[in-house]
């Protein structure tokens, strides 16, 4: 049983779109890709037919995905969002309570995650020890390099 997928209107048609171009670009290149191989003789040691096969594999792998994934997407409703605490889609500044630095980060679901676009994942260490938190508020978060402390700046509704 596949679980709910929450994303935006935007992360949403980013799927679609990538769906639309492997089932009608790049499974055409595969299935060519197997037939110029096939007929260039003996499968049995033809390098270049079982490599085929292997993309081909996974391709299909991936549109089956992209195609659960769609299907068990569901929109946020963004006129619902509240900013009064860290939650999916607000967009929170912090600072680092040890190094006085500020960072600012959008809350995602996890397929539109982006680092260098400040979006992080709702699934992170530092967007899960965030959610729920108000301004003003602190927060120790477990991260590879250790704990860090975290005092919520500013929430707003991530723009997307």
């Known amino acids: 049983m596949s679980s709910i997928n929450y994303v935006t209107e935007a992360g949403l048609q980013k799927m679609k779109d990538e769906l639309q171009q492997l089932e009608s670009v790049e499974r055409p ?15 049995s040691e033809n390098a270049e037919y079982d490599a085929a096969k292997e993309a081909q ?8 995905k992209l195609k659960t994934m769609i299907a068990n997407s569901r929109i946020i409703d963004r006129s619902k969002l509240d900013t009064s605490s860290v939650q999916l889609l607000t967009k929170v500044t912090v600072r680092n309570v040890k190094t006085k630095a ?13 680092l260098k676009e400040g979006k992080i994942a709702l699934s992170t260490p530092i967007a899960k020890g965030l ?22 700046v500013e929430i707003a509704l991530a723009i997307q």
Request: a negative charge; aromatic letters at 4%; zero cysteines.
């Open 29 to 43: 290149k595969v299935i060519n890709q197997i037939a110029e191989a096939r007929d260039k003789g003996d499968l």
């Open 57 to 64: 594999g996974h391709l299909e792998t991936r549109i089956a």
């Open 102 to 114: 500020q960072m600012t980060y959008s809350i995602v679901p996890d397929t539109e995650a982006n």
């Open 131 to 152: 959610l729920g938190k108000k301004v003003g508020e602190q927060v120790e978060v477990k991260v590879p390099a250790g704990v860090m402390t975290f005092e919520v």
